[in-house]
């Protein structure tokens, strides 16, 4: 069950950052490849057997997040379709929790435990039902929301990072974060939470410019 959510989370990401991003095909491309290679590379359990290939995929990822936001025309923007793309954060907080359960990755990385990004999607549940009957909503808290939402994507995935079966691990020795070793939650680092950064830069961008 906690497979089959992060798969259509993964997916639904990806498709709202489509729209978002005004239908850029190339984005799409670019991304379906990526999540391609992660998927298999996971499902023939490359990064559990080697646990030392995974930071190349945050490597990769993260060249792939910036290369992304060069190709984006932000004057196609659909910022509906950006800001919906954090309320996926709440079913995501959801199946972390179950993982937790499952063994799979430390408390602290739950919403009971350090990960606040549960009220990121709850708050981005309530700012996109206002938006769809009040078109103007005040622009500066929006980016500082924006801001905060970053704020707790950082503390997210340093903690996943830190809690990692690597040499650099510093948390959660007695139940690591297995996890996004496995498929399908390699997706979490590969799809969804670089979907999150891209979203939450573009908005700021977005509505920094709409204040002038």
């Known amino acids: 069950m906690t497979q089959t959510a992060f798969i259509i989370i993964a997916l639904l990401s990806l498709l709202l950052l489509y729209y978002g991003s005004g239908k850029n095909k190339k984005l799409l491309l670019l991304f379906t490849v990526w999540q391609l290679l992660t998927g298999l590379l996971a499902l023939f359990g490359v990064f559990e057997k080697h646990p030392g290939s995974f930071p190349l995929l945050i490597a990769g990822t993260f060249v792939i997040t910036f290369i992304l936001l060069k190709q984006i025309n932000t004057k196609t923007l659909n910022l509906k379709a950006l800001l919906s793309i954090h309320i996926l954060r709440l079913p995501v907080e959801l199946a972390l929790y179950q993982l937790f359960l499952q063994k799979k990755i430390p408390y602290l990385m739950t919403f009971k435990?350090?990960?606040?990004?549960?009220?990121?999607?709850?708050?981005?549940?309530?700012?996109?039902?206002?938006?769809?009957?009040?078109?103007?909503?005040?622009?500066?808290?929006?980016?500082?929301?924006?801001?905060?939402?970053?704020?707790?994507?950082?503390?997210?995935?340093?903690?996943?990072?830190?809690?990692?079966?690597?040499?650099?691990?510093?948390?959660?020795?007695?139940?690591?974060?297995i996890a996004v070793l496995e498929f399908p939650y390699c997706f979490l680092p590969s799809c969804i939470v670089p979907i999150v950064l891209i979203s939450h830069v573009l908005l700021i961008g977005q509505y920094k410019k709409s204040q002038y």
């Open 113 to 177: 435990g350090w990960n606040f990004d549960i009220l990121i999607g709850i708050s981005a549940l309530v700012i996109f039902s206002y938006c769809l009957f009040h078109p103007i909503i005040n622009r500066r808290f929006l980016i500082v929301w924006n801001i905060i939402g970053l704020v707790f994507l950082f503390i997210i995935v340093s903690l996943a990072i830190l809690s990692s079966p690597l040499p650099i691990q510093k948390f959660a020795f007695e139940q690591p974060n």
